[in-house]
């Protein structure tokens, strides 16, 4: 009894042992085999040099410079460094290879050139040989493999950053905003605008945190300002009231919204003196005058409204109002409008001080912007103590108090995941959703675009954010890196310093209290809608900034944003007068080293041939109505009764030192030039009030 | 023996395409239920983006029938030179007639020639050429400094936030786009009249020098700027290459 695998064995051994015999049967012929096996062998690693992708790339190159006109240049370019290439800056940590096949980087002369790894790199305000290339495109720059180099691998998680992101890697070292990165700067101003930083915390390698710049309101004491089923619709869909609104959608069901806005009228204390009564009998005030009030105060230039073809037109500082009068009780508003500080300290709304007129006027105007649609389905019955409980649970659960105030409810702290080092977050700590391409970008844009996508269960809202935002928001993000928390210090680009500056006394209160900083900035602090007026006590005359302050006139006619009208008493506007004349001045000139006036006519007439012929200021500016027409720079009719005499000289001299940021280009200008401009300009009074009224 | 390498055979072709069947395919295109005979843009060309970002706002395109009406449901495709990205590609038109889709241009500087593409009841193809213009990061700085310093006299359209001085000026201004004019200046013109103002070339006074404001980088990115956007396009004079 022979099995078949017995017989099969005892074959296989014989084969074995005739191949044995052929290969190793006598010395010699040993010997010659296990050279011939040797040098086979040998020659694998040559072999593979040989083979390799980044051989194929340089000789597709050569092939590509060959006819070219500038073939010898290139050529010549390229033998300087031929073979496996490397960028290595060991303070950085930059190990890249990846010029060996991207070998045309350098090449101006190959703008013509699409195909890749061949294009020249476009200009950058870095060069190759400083930083290198992963720095800013990361990907392998050790791997010598364009699948290595490029896509994420077992051994190396880091793919190249897409395009459409490269922006972040600026943000590693420069934490100003750029020119160049216009995605990046947007980018950092949302993380602060839609109020990401209130739930998830991120530290700068300064140190420092970012702070959220939207200023959500408190519902301390949202019973005086609105109804529960404004309350109700609002928490229901946000950008169905006001597009513009920043406030994320919860998803929230039919009875979680009930529930919420039962707590929260429930939870609301009184303040005194934050509604006013309506007076009833007053006939409905004429409705044109109330928009005229509306467009005199300039409300539009914080304010926008969504007119009838849907563009919303207007500022962004304050809310939107197309449909305030759905929101806000009219004896609210009343009060507010008499003075907002009473109902929110510290809101950026000025304190108006209207006449009760203008607030009948202004109540009705904006009373009578409504939409009857908002809350005609929202039927609420009255709140029991189970649903006021229940809302409280949610109102702590997804966490309002992160931005708002609310009685009884404490501000969480790291309500949601720290981003500082969201941009380096190692892939194995992140669940991708199915189909999903496993890289950080992805990630983030799908978590901002969609986030309970990732989980019905999640607490983070829904934003109301279009494409371009959502990739300068994942831009921003990008930017946090490890490398940019661990670049040595002198690399880095600090931004410029938060500014708490707080001017002090009767003026300081004021200036609280009309908002200034809303608008101006002063020693780094404010906003940029209107003029810097760090040195504005150096720059103007007393009498006219007094007169400015009581009834502003229009500088730059061009202009829809403007100062508005603040009815401030003779006191205030002296007081205010005072303050600016006296604290902000500039220690780079004497106000009082020139003149006002007494300049020799020759010299007039000499500023006035420099102004219309070597300078041709009037292609901007306007002097005389007659024949003037710019209308770029602010009219210079009466600049001789408005400016200083040294501050029109040195602005001449130098104007980016007196207003860094400013457009007015700096012309060099010679001293005589200068003396002579500003004598023409001192002698600019304008026409005088009776001329004027003729 | 055998038998074990059959099943390690099995099982890793079982793995293998299992690997396979969970690359998600490209979603299928919808079925169209509507036919146009023409394809016009609503919004959303001749954009300025920056390289491989989404442009600011989407491109609508709107399909009509012989009469000049809106057709619902109409199947319109996206195509583009390859980097550019449209989300959605392809897509069936809503009730307006209009179809929406966001674009990314490609990574480098310069003019892309987008196409979208209906198809009428007879099969035929209608085309419908959109231009959107990528700027590299020199163009965008050029682009900012434009805005900020030169828009105001070099741009006659007025916005609200901007009220244009052209219309003000005696000798007017080439606006930027104006190819015929700004082609014929080399590098070195433009350099010139940015830097030392409309007298260095014996043109108006009236265009200030910037020389002193900014920067050598910035009146570069500027003037690579100003060649991207002219229209007719910049060619620039240089070498002549031996065509294949």
Sequence with gaps: MQSSSQSSSKSMKNTLFLLWQALFGDP???????????????AVAPAKNHFSEWRHYQKQYLALIGNRGDAVTLLRHFHEHDGIQQIWLPQLGVVDRCTTCHVGLKEASLADVSIQPFRRHPVIPHTLDQFGCVMCHRGQGPATTVEEAHSSTLAWEQPILPARYV????????????????????????????????????????????????????????????????????????????????????????????????????NSTPIPGDTAPVAKDQKAPDPTAGAS?????????????????????????????????????????????????VYDPGTAMPHYRFTDPQVSLLTAFLGNKTDSDLLANVHLDAATPEQIAHGKFLVTDYGCASCHEVNGIRKPDNFAPELTRIGSKPLTQIIFLPGMTHAIPD?????????????????????????????????????LTDRAHDLPIALTVPAKPVSNY???????????????????????????????????????????????LKNPGTLRPALIRRMPRFNLSDSDATELTDYIMAVYQTPAFDRDSMPAGGYPPAQVEQGKQLFYSKYACQACHIVDTKVDKGYVGPTLTQVGSRL???????????????????????????????????????TQNGPSKQEAKK | MTRHWRTFFVLSLILVSAGCTSKPGPAPTPKPTGFGAALVESSGGKQLGATGMVLADPLVVQVNDEQGTAVAGALVEF???????FDPPSGLTDSSGQLSTNVALGGMAGRYQLAAHTSTKAQKSVELKIEEIALGYQQQVGFQLD??????????????????????????????????????MSDADLTAIISHGGPALNKSALMPAYGYTLSKTEIEGLISYIRLVSDPPYHAAGMVYAQK
Excluded at chain 1, 31 to 38: P, R
Excluded at chain 1, 222 to 245: F, G, M, S
Excluded at chain 1, 452 to 464: E, H, I, T, V, Y
Excluded at chain 1, 644 to 658: R, V
């Design chain 1, 502 to 548: 707080q001017p002090a006394g009767k003026a300081g209160q004021l200036m609280a209290d009309l908002a200034c900083f809303s608008c101006h900035a002063i020693n780094g602090r404010g906003g940029d809608m209107a003029p810097d007026l760090t040195w504005e006590g150096s720059s103007v005359q007393r009498r006219w900034l007094q007169a400015f």
């Design chain 1, 644 to 682: 200083n005499a040294a501050w029109i000289y040195h602005w001449l001299k130098d104007p980016q030192t007196m207003r860094p940021g400013t457009i007015e280009p700096n012309r060099n200008m010679n001293d005589e030039d200068a003396r002579a401009m500003a004598a023409f300009l001192m």
């Design chain 1, 293 to 341: 009030l509306y467009g005199e105060s300039f409300c539009a230039s914080c304010h926008a409204v969504q007119n009838a073809a849907g563009n919303v037109v207007g500022g962004d500082v304050g809310p939107e109002l197309t449909r305030v009068g759905n929101k806000v009780k009219p004896e609210w508003l009343r009060a507010w409008l008499h003075n907002p500080r």
């Design chain 1, 443 to 479: 990630y983030i844009a799908a978590k901002i675009r969609q986030p309970r996508s990732f989980g019905s269960a999640l607490k983070m809202p829904q934003f109301n954010l279009a494409p371009p935002q959502i990739d300068a928001l994942t831009t921003a993000l990008l930017s």
């Design chain 2, 79 to 85: 195509s583009g030179p390859a980097g550019v990205r």
């Design chain 1, 167 to 266: 922006q972040s890697s600026c943000g590693q070292c420069h934490r100003a905003p750029l020119t160049g990165t216009p995605q990046l700067n947007l980018g950092r101003i949302l993380l602060a605008r839609y109020g990401c930083v209130h739930c998830h915390t991120i530290k700068l390698p300064d140190g420092s945190a970012i702070k959220p710049t939207d200023d959500p309101p408190s519902l301390e004491h949202i019973a005086d300002k609105t109804t529960r089923e404004w309350i109700y619709a609002w928490l229901k869909d946000p950008q169905a009231y006001a597009v513009t609104a920043t406030m994320p959608n919860f998803k929230l069901s039919d009875t979680d919204a009930r529930d919420i806005s039962a707590f929260l009228i429930s």
């Design chain 2, 147 to 184: 805005n900020k310093y030169c828009a105001r006299c070099h741009n006659p359209e007025s916005t609200p936030e901007r009220v244009s001085n052209y219309d003000n000026l005696e000798v007017k201004p080439h606006p930027f786009t104006e190819g015929d004019a700004l082609n014929k």
């Design chain 1, 28 to 42: 010699v012929r040993a010997f010659g085999v296990v050279s011939l096996l040797l040098l086979v062998l040998l």
